[in-house]
């Protein structure tokens, strides 16, 4: 699903217009990064699931072209972890 289909089926669920459906979801995604950004970073939606922020470790990789060692700086990601009602729904 992309986003522009998940706002029209937002609009259509909720019985908004596409662009509130747009400005609901554009406000959701940026509290959810806002929240991620933060020193201990998490965002739990009961029923959905967790997003949490974890550091990766700086690591040796390998170039696939040519099979020269590299290595990759550490970073942070985003992890999330599905709830219970949506591993049941699917």
């Given at each position: 699903?992309?986003?522009a289909e998940l706002v029209e089926q937002m609009s259509k669920d909720a019985g908004i217009t596409k662009?509130?459906?747009?400005?609901?979801?554009e406000s959701f995604m940026d509290s959810v990064?806002?929240?991620?950004?933060?020193?201990?970073?998490k965002v739990?939606?009961?029923?959905?699931?967790t997003f949490t922020k974890?550091?990766?470790k700086a690591r040796t990789g390998r170039n696939p072209q040519?099979?020269?060692?590299?290595?990759?700086k550490a970073c942070n990601?985003?992890?999330f972890k599905p709830g219970k009602k949506l591993k049941e729904g699917i």
């Open positions: 699903m992309t986003k662009l509130s459906a747009a400005k609901a979801l990064t806002k929240s991620l950004k933060k020193k201990d970073g739990t939606l009961v029923g959905f699931g974890v550091k990766r040519t099979g020269e060692s590299m290595k990759i990601v985003v992890k």
